[in-house]
């Protein structure tokens, strides 16, 4: 007897919590995933965060398999298709308060891509420019 995966029961309960406490939920997804269906232009470092409340969508989905709604995009409309597995966190803006997920029993590991392999050179690198920091909320 195979357990069902929890993630997408989770994803759906902290949805409505979110929304009960007059917050905008957002979802952080792993577009490297196959089957992420997401615009491109807004994927940095393999990752996108995405409004998924009531005012910015049009049938939402929280379904066991995956996450799909309609949304406008720099004024282009999409449809947005997110793989249960894609789904990294859960969060409300405004609070910062959510849930990241990891490993789950049930749900496949994704396949992660070796990096590159850097040619090995005798000498240290040194960063390129000035150091920045940057305020996570």
Do not use: K, Q, T, Y
């Given at each position: 007897m195979s357990i069902t995966p929890s993630r997408p029961y989770?994803?759906?309960a902290l949805y409505e919590w979110i929304l009960d406490n007059d917050?905008?939920?957002y979802l952080v997804v792993d577009a490297t995933i196959q089957n992420v269906m997401v615009p491109e232009q807004f994927v940095a470092d393999g990752q996108i965060i995405l409004n998924v409340g009531p005012?910015?969508?049009q049938a939402l989905d929280l379904a066991d398999e995956a996450v799909s709604f309609s949304a406008r995009f720099g004024g282009v409309p999409m449809q947005v298709y997110v793989p249960v597995l894609a789904v990294k966190a859960i969060y409300a803006k405004e609070s910062g308060q959510g849930m990241g997920f990891g490993f789950e029993p049930g749900i496949?590991?994704?396949e992660t891509p070796s990096p590159p392999l850097k040619e090995v050179d005798d000498k240290p690198s040194k960063p390129a420019g000035r150091p920045t920091l940057k305020v996570v909320k």
């Open positions: 989770l994803i759906r917050d905008v939920p005012s910015a969508v496949p590991d994704p």
